[in-house]
Nanobody, 130 residues
Framework: EVQLEESGGGLVQAGWSLRLSCAPSGLTMDDGAIGWFRQVPGNELEGVSCISSIDDSTIYADSVKGRFTISADSTENTVNLEMNMLKPEDTAVYYC???????????????????????WGKGTLVTVSS
């Protein structure tokens, strides 16, 4: 059984940083691209970032470019999302997602259909106060 465990969410002030981690079980970093989505209740899922398993190439939503960094740690078998200079509009539930068996990230996060995601984490809440 494949499971994705997210951690690192919490309540922070605007301008602070958080580091989210996704720890897959039942698969490895080589099994597929892993990304992060976020969702505000009542809104659509928004693709945030993704890292390809085949070459570690990364993509980011325009709203987080320059502030967020996604990385893969093969030793710990985790994918991390370093979020810097957080803004209140970053407040959302963040979900780890695996595109397995796809090894490359989608070409465009904004046009990615969530149905293409093979596995989802349960989500971790990030709240940024103004």
């Amino acid at each position: 059984e494949v499971q994705l465990e997210e951690s690192g969410g919490g309540l922070v002030q605007a301008g602070w940083s958080l580091r989210l981690s996704c720890a897959p079980s039942g698969l490895t970093m080589d099994d597929g691209a892993i990304g992060w989505f976020r969702q505000v209740p009542g809104n659509e899922l928004e693709g945030v970032s993704c890292i390809s398993s085949i070459d570690d190439s990364t993509i980011y939503a325009d709203s987080v470019k320059g502030r967020f960094t996604i990385s893969a740690d093969s030793t710990e078998n985790t994918v991390n999302l370093e979020m810097n200079m957080l803004k209140p509009e970053d407040t959302a539930v963040y979900y780890c997602a695996v595109f397995s068996p796809a090894l490359l990230c989608p070409a465009n996060l904004e046009e990615t259909n969530p149905s293409t995601v093979a596995y989802w984490g349960k989500g971790t809440l990030v709240t940024v106060s103004s």
